[in-house]
């Protein structure tokens, strides 16, 4: 990102914080440079809010399929129907007017709980407390702007029509639209455009569900703990509508729960969804693993791509984060060797030499 939209970011969180001796940030983020800070006027002490004011990040990658055009709107839309989301509100400044988040003073369930660890009960239930919400919104009467036109939205309950648009914007708008900068780098992967032909085999004629809101990233960043335990959800920048298993499906490959508990979470799930709403766990003994498979597939993309942008360019660049980057696209490899009929994983240290060989072709044509 360039200095000046840093510089346009922080300027107007200094304009609406009023000094910009207050701003926390920019925080970690993919999507946004986010600035955190509480509002002139509001009392000191323990209990002050704090709010975060975000702008878009330039000439930013997207991996995902959106469908809502401003978060803010959403989030406010779902006041009332899911808890413990952060309030919004309007303010303004000579640009013009935009909504801030509460900022969730907190712990991130990442930084709580490692991987390796089990998520404790009471955090459980809470999630799956929140599955039970959102199939309980109807999308249809949200008056929330949405991006994508009718005609391109899948229609009610199919749930394999539902994924093909999935699987055909991870082709079409992350692999071939990136192909002349990244196309190389995934043929030397053993990477190519047949993968796709491969995948589509294995998520045909999926169960019809009814459709529901989806958060569409719920790992374990995006969770917020506070200090009396209770779990609030952020980041709503994905949310969509379409098959419910499919956000059970993103849920789990992303928080990578021990095995027991990606069990417990999966039958207490489809408790939850069919209280609500029948019918939404329906075939999700089949498609379930052939939801897992899109994620694994749909993983190598993102993290080929992340991890070249990671590398520094420069002639002399260090070696760790060639290393680090080999082992992620390794591991993803082999996770989606079989979704996307490769014949092999390249040895870490061919990952490594592709990785070199991008970035110094890379760095020629900068």
């Not at 009929?341 to 020629?364: C, F, K, T």
């Amino acid at each position: 990102m360039s200095s000046q939209a840093t510089s346009a970011a922080r300027e107007r969180a200094a304009r609406v914080s009023g000094s910009e001796r207050v701003l926390v940030g920019p925080l970690k983020g993919y999507h946004h440079e986010t600035y955190v800070f509480p509002l002139p006027g509001d009392a000191e002490g323990p209990g002050r809010v704090r709010w975060k004011c975000r702008e878009p990040r330039k000439d930013l990658l997207w991996f995902d399929r959106r469908c809502f055009r401003s978060e803010e709107e959403l989030v406010r839309a779902l006041s009332g129907h899911i808890t413990r989301i952060p309030d919004v509100i309007d303010v303004g400044d000579d640009v013009g007017a935009f909504g801030l988040q509460r900022f969730i003073e907190g712990r991130t369930l990442g930084s709580r709980h490692k991987f390796s660890d089990p998520i404790p009960g009471r955090l459980i239930t809470q999630i799956v407390g929140l599955f039970g919400e959102l199939a309980g919104v109807d999308p249809d009467a949200l008056s929330v702007e949405r991006r994508c036109v009718p005609e391109d939205r899948p229609p009610e309950g199919d749930s394999t029509a539902f994924l093909e648009r999935l699987v055909l914007f991870t082709e079409e708008q992350v692999y071939l639209r990136n192909a002349h900068r990244f196309g190389e780098l995934f043929h030397s992967l053993g990477i190519e455009r047949k993968c796709f032909e491969k995948l589509r085999e294995g998520l045909s004629e999926l169960t019809p569900r009814p459709f529901s809101l989806l958060h569409g990233d719920l790992h374990r960043e995006n969770f917020i703990v506070d200090r009396y335990g209770q779990l609030w959800t952020i980041d709503w920048e994905l949310a969509m509508v379409g098959d419910p298993l499919y956000d059970l499906a993103t849920h789990l490959y992303l928080m990578r729960y021990r095995p027991d508990q990606a069990e417990e979470v999966t039958r207490r799930w489809c408790e939850a969804v069919e209280e609500v709403r029948p019918g939404s766990s329906e075939g999700w003994e089949r498609d379930l693993p052939r939801l897992l498979d899109y994620k694994k597939a749909q993983s190598v993309f993102t993290d080929v791509i992340r991890s070249a942008l990671t590398l520094d360019t420069k002639p002399a660049f260090p070696w760790w984060p060639l290393h680090r980057g080999g082992r992620k696209i390794e591991e993803v490899l082999t996770r989606a060797c079989g979704p996307l009929g490769l014949e092999g994983v390249p040895a870490h240290r061919q990952i490594v030499e592709a990785l070199r060989n991008w970035a110094r072709a890379d760095a020629a044509h900068a």
